[in-house]
């Protein structure tokens, strides 16, 4: 998938400055798709970032997911996303304000000092709790665990919650949740009040090709 975006040199030298740091734990930066990622087992590791200028500040945005190749091949036949985005779409995903209960969180950069000063921040917080965090994510106990632990509620790891019901139903049967139709039927509720008629349908032949679905 090209992202024909065009890297201002502030990108440029802000992921060669990471790059060293991310590659000794194992990914490699995709400069077209703003992250730095890392197969595993079952898909990816990966950080993405969103850098944003305004009079001479930048601000920057930090991502951080992992992607399911299970969940995310069937969900995707069930979702309206364009198909150039399939395979990169993540199955979790969380932004470092939000991981940390920080409302509207991003980094600003004003000055070199303000620069070198983020740079070793968002390495302390990959060092400390962020590749932890990605390391339990890559198992599909934890991703519905996460996803289903409070289907009532909304999940602060996913931003799209109309893709969480689908994403939440798939990771249900996957792990043999006992409580797979109590889940797909919260879900459903759910899509019914905030959904298109078009997302309820497409939910519907998911639930339908779940119950017939043997993971073996």
């Given at each position: 998938?090209?992202?024909?975006?065009?890297?201002?040199?502030?990108?440029?030298?802000?992921?060669?400055?990471?790059?060293?740091?991310?590659?000794?734990?194992?990914?490699?930066?995709?400069?077209?798709?703003?992250?730095?990622?890392?197969?595993?087992?079952?898909?990816?590791?990966?950080?993405?970032?969103?850098?944003?200028?305004?009079?001479?500040?930048?601000?920057?945005?930090?991502?951080?997911?992992?992607?399911?190749?299970?969940?995310?091949?069937?969900?995707?036949?069930f979702?309206?996303?364009?198909?150039?985005?399939?395979?990169?779409?993540?199955?979790?995903?969380?932004?470092?304000?939000?991981?940390?209960?920080?409302?509207?969180?991003?980094?600003?950069?004003?000055?070199?000092?303000?620069f070198?000063?983020?740079?070793?921040e968002?390495?302390?917080?990959?060092?400390k709790?962020?590749?932890?965090?990605?390391?339990?994510?890559?198992?599909?106990?934890?991703?519905?665990?996460?996803?289903?632990?409070?289907?009532?509620?909304p999940?602060?790891?996913?931003?799209n919650?109309?893709?969480?019901?689908?994403?939440g139903?798939?990771?249900?049967?996957?792990?043999?949740?006992?409580?797979?139709?109590?889940?797909?039927?919260?879900?459903?509720?759910?899509?019914?009040?905030?959904?298109?008629?078009?997302?309820l349908?497409n939910?519907?032949?998911?639930?339908?090709?779940?119950?017939?679905?043997?993971?073996?």
């Amino acid at each position: 998938m090209k992202h024909n975006m065009i890297l201002s040199k502030f990108e440029v030298k802000f992921y060669q400055r990471l790059e060293s740091f991310f590659q000794s734990n194992g990914f490699s930066l995709l400069m077209d798709q703003k992250q730095f990622r890392k197969s595993t087992q079952n898909g990816f590791q990966n950080i993405i970032f969103s850098v944003t200028e305004t009079e001479k500040v930048f601000w920057i945005e930090v991502n951080f997911g992992v992607r399911y190749e299970f969940v995310e091949q069937i969900a995707q036949q069930f979702l309206n996303n364009a198909r150039g985005y399939r395979p990169s779409a993540n199955t979790l995903v969380i932004s470092i304000g939000k991981f940390q209960e920080l409302k509207y969180f991003r980094f600003k950069v004003t000055d070199e000092l303000d620069f070198g000063r983020i740079v070793e921040e968002i390495i302390l917080f990959f060092t400390k709790r962020g590749f932890d965090f990605l390391q339990k994510a890559e198992t599909i106990l934890f991703i519905e665990e996460i996803l289903n632990d409070s289907p009532t509620m909304p999940c602060r790891y996913l931003y799209n919650q109309v893709h969480r019901c689908f994403k939440g139903a798939i990771a249900a049967k996957l792990t043999d949740n006992q409580n797979f139709t109590t889940i797909a039927n919260i879900y459903r509720q759910f899509l019914l009040k905030n959904g298109t008629d078009e997302e309820l349908i497409n939910y519907e032949r998911l639930i339908t090709f779940l119950h017939h679905y043997n993971a073996n």
